[in-house]
């Protein structure tokens, strides 16, 4: 096995473990004003899987999802995408291998407000260099229900269609991985529910792994499984979560913090 990849099959076929977290630590800040907003994360999730990352504001769910996507660069421990190491590459290469292996949904969409839809949808592809395929991402767009607005602009559209489009954006390089920060964090419950169906999709019809965070358990509900994160750790999991057993732990994980915090103090 060469350094810096993690065990995988036979060649050729799929790595059973999408993501690999291996001792992840982040720390912010300078000595004197130091912020540990990672503490030691280690986690693996299989391929095909649809995982929501819960906790309190402030846990790191949002850094995690930036060091595991390759966006920031952990203080410390390893990040395996598809069993390969992201660190030790150039950022060229980084930027490359990001583009062609992961997606990112922003709670905010992040759309580029001058391009159209389709414009939108295609840009992640014509900037890697990529054949853009102009049905593909028409096809794409008719699955999140948006084939008759390929001209418009995302001003033109409400904030769930703006948030499909971006949905779009990231299936059309047909990422393996796709994280979403917080995607129904600025929609209405409607929308919320059209944009956690499509990423529910990605994971059962094309076998995409997702990693969601949320604070919202009705959208955790959607996953197949939540990680629970307080202070830059991992405290629990939970497989098959209804709203009402996730409502219940993050009521009792936001008690045992509290506790902790007040006997540390
Ligand atoms: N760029 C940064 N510089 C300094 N500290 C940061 C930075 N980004 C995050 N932090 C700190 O790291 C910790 C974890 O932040 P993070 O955004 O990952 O938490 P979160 O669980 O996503 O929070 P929320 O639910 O409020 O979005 C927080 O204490 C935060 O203030």
Known sequence: MRRGEAARPAEGGPSPEALRLEGVRKVYGPEENRVVALDGVTLALPAGSFTAVMGPSGSGKSTLLQCAAGLD???????FVDGAELAGRGEAALTRFRRRRIGFVFQQFNLLPTLTVLENTTLPLRLAGRRVDRDAARGVLARVG????????????????QQRVAIARALVARPPLLFADEPTGALDTRSARDVLALLQEAVRADGRTVVMVTHDPVAA?????????????????????????????????ADEVARQRTEVA
């Open 73 to 79: 660069l952990p203080s410390a421990g390893r990040v």
């Open 146 to 161: 948006l084939g008759d607005r390929l001209g418009h602009l995302p001003a033109e559209l409400s904030g769930g269609q």
């Open 221 to 253: 509900a959607h996953a197949d499984a939540v990680l629970y994160l307080a202070d830059g750790r991992i405290v629990g999991r939970q497989s098959a979560p209804t709203a009402e057993t996730v409502a219940a732990r993050l009521t009792h994980l």
